[in-house]
């Protein structure tokens, strides 16, 4: 079994306390002895999914929704994406009426078929006004 994680240092625990435990609940679940090798991932903003994972905690940590997307945004772009769409939607700052706020940095050439574009879609349950949506699209240039 393969991880790839943007904090490998939380995931082994001190003394790989915690990736020998990760061990013995997948042995215990499969019946199967298994090795798990954990790799780093170097540039965790180049990854839609890490960056939607962000933006989802500090949406429940009740941040500001405006400075979440812009500061995620910039530091895709200063990763070395070529672009960066980032749109949240449902009832933003507890509103009574939900609406969709997005932050666009750069191209994102959606109808281009060789561009790489990484997409990831996530939900973050926002303390009293229920599930706010991520949406997170990078460009990293053309296949």
């Known amino acids: 079994v393969t991880i790839a994680t943007a904090k490998a240092g939380v995931v082994i625990g001190r003394g790989g306390t915690g990736a020998t435990e ?3 609940t997948i042995e215990k679940i499969y019946g199967v002895p298994t090795r798990v090798n954990i790799e780093e991932v170097k ?3 180049l ?10 905690h ?3 940590r009740r941040m500001s929704f405006r400075r979440a997307i ?8 200063r ?18 009426m939900s609406r969709r706020e997005k932050e666009v940095a750069g191209s994102v ?3 281009t078929l060789r561009a790489d574009i990484d997409y990831a879609s996530v939900r973050a349950l926002y303390p009293g006004s229920g599930i706010i949506g991520i949406k997170v699209w990078i460009y990293r240039g053309e296949a």
């Open 43 to 45: 540039k965790a903003d």
């Open 70 to 77: 812009k500061s995620a945004a910039a530091a895709t772009m």
């Open 109 to 111: 050439p959606l109808h």
């Open 47 to 56: 990854y839609a999914k890490l960056v939607a994972e962000n933006i989802a």
């Open 79 to 96: 990763a070395g994406a070529q672009g960066v769409r980032i749109e949240v939607s449902g009832r933003l700052n507890g509103a009574e």
């Open 58 to 60: 500090q949406l429940e």
């Open 22 to 24: 990760l061990k013995e």
